[in-house]
């Protein structure tokens, strides 16, 4: 019986003694995790001023619009920043701050390329069928008689912004598509 205690007490010992050796790790079993980020990016701020955001530091604030459509009044606004090199488009979220200002979220961008000196861009003054709805926003192309229209036809693009999925969508049928001119009859 001692033979046989003796006989476990050293294969356990070699045992053990074999388990505590570090196993060498093979290349394939290496897995590189990808970096953290820690950076904000764009949608992260909530802000008073967009130019709180650094990206749009070098922007100028061009026509703003608050979104009064069905039971979202008040709750979203688009705006539109521009420099020398580009447009863009942002849809905004307005955060409730207990105070008569405001502070927004920046829900869905886009930007618009290759602008042209004749063309201009139309907020929360268009319908889509004769349907009023300030969701949409538009590129108009002017022409001689601009002053003239009470609406604008000439329509080359229009987007809307989607308040279910927070999303700015490109509205393919631009052909019932037309944009109140603000500042005709003045």
């Not at 079993?29 to 970096?35: D, F, N, R």
């Not at 105070?99 to 042209?116: R, S």
Request: hydrophobic share 35%.
């Amino acid at each position: 019986m001692n033979k046989i205690l003796t006989f476990i007490l050293i294969f356990l010992t070699f045992n053990c003694i074999d388990n505590k050796k570090e196993k060498e790790i093979q290349p394939e079993e290496v897995v590189k995790s990808k970096p953290i980020k820690t950076e904000k990016n764009i949608f992260d701020f909530v802000f008073r001023d967009i130019k709180e955001i650094e990206y749009f530091s070098n922007f100028e604030v061009g026509t703003s619009s608050v979104i009064n459509f069905e039971k979202s009044k008040w709750e979203y606004a688009i705006s539109e920043m521009q420099n020398k090199q580009k447009r863009i488009i942002i849809l905004e979220k307005i955060v409730e701050t207990g105070k008569p200002e405001k502070k927004f979220q920046i829900l869905d961008t886009i930007h618009i390329n290759n602008f042209k000196t004749n063309e201009f861009m139309s907020f929360g003054v268009c319908q889509n069928n004769e349907k009023a709805d300030s969701r949409i926003f538009t590129v108009i192309e002017s022409s001689e008689n601009d002053f003239d229209l009470e609406i604008y036809t000439n329509i080359k693009k229009a987007w809307k912004a989607n308040l279910e999925t927070k999303k700015i969508e490109e509205i393919s049928d631009i052909s019932g598509v037309n944009c109140m001119n603000e500042s005709y009859g003045i």
